[in-house]
């Protein structure tokens, strides 16, 4: 109940403080890269239970020529790449916490396709809800491997608490600043998760 309150009164002073950044950011994705503005996907929650993320588009639709997407990393463009080393792209994610879906500190929600590769340790990550940010991303967000990122989520799910949570939020701040652990050497973001036997 309390973490809720927290999420709830946060998100509603995010709004009142950035709506300005985020209407500008809005008309920029609109001008740099067209429409749609946002991107939403499909990403597993609390139990698993399907959701809907959102976030400001930071990539191009450019195709081959037999019509398939070009990979992540040639489609990123410059001005994704400021958005995602900000996090300005996960701005409409706050209308997602509101809601309930998400919570500002938890495990990230990854891919659909994921959640028959865990194994049982791992799956543990949805015994609480997604959050915007959480414990693997101020411990190296996407430098680190998959298994050290889910032993993170894990340790989260056992550790959690009102003070943890403001320390991560304060932790997530400064990786902000200083924009670290964006991406996995040669990736976008980073390499899909295939398994643990992978």
């Not at 991107?39 to 037999?66: E, H, V, W």
Request: aromatic share 10%; with cysteine.
């Amino acid at each position: 109940m309390v973490k809720r309150l927290m999420d709830v009164l946060l998100v509603i002073l995010a709004f009142c403080l950035l709506w300005p950044l985020i209407l500008g950011v809005a008309l920029m994705v609109r001008w740099k890269l067209g429409t749609p503005v946002l991107f939403n996907q499909t990403r597993p929650g609390y139990l698993g239970k399907p959701f809907n993320i959102y976030k400001f588009r930071s990539m191009t639709d450019a195709r081959s020529a037999d019509g398939a997407l070009l990979p992540d990393e040639i489609r990123l463009t410059r001005f994704g790449r400021l958005l995602r080393s900000t996090s300005l792209d996960e701005l409409p994610n706050l209308w997602v916490i509101f809601k309930g879906d998400m919570s500002l500190v938890g495990p990230r929600p990854l891919l659909m396709e994921y959640l028959p590769l865990y194994n049982a340790q791992q799956a543990r990550r949805h015994l609480v809800k997604p959050g915007l940010t959480g414990w693997a991303q101020v411990n190296g967000r996407n430098a680190i491997s998959w298994q050290e990122k889910f032993a993170l989520d894990a340790w989260y799910v056992d550790h959690q608490s009102l003070w943890l949570d403001i320390k991560i939020i304060l932790l997530t701040i400064k990786k902000i600043c200083v924009r670290e652990g964006i991406s996995a050497k040669g990736e976008a973001t980073m390499p899909k998760f295939t398994g643990n036997d992978a």
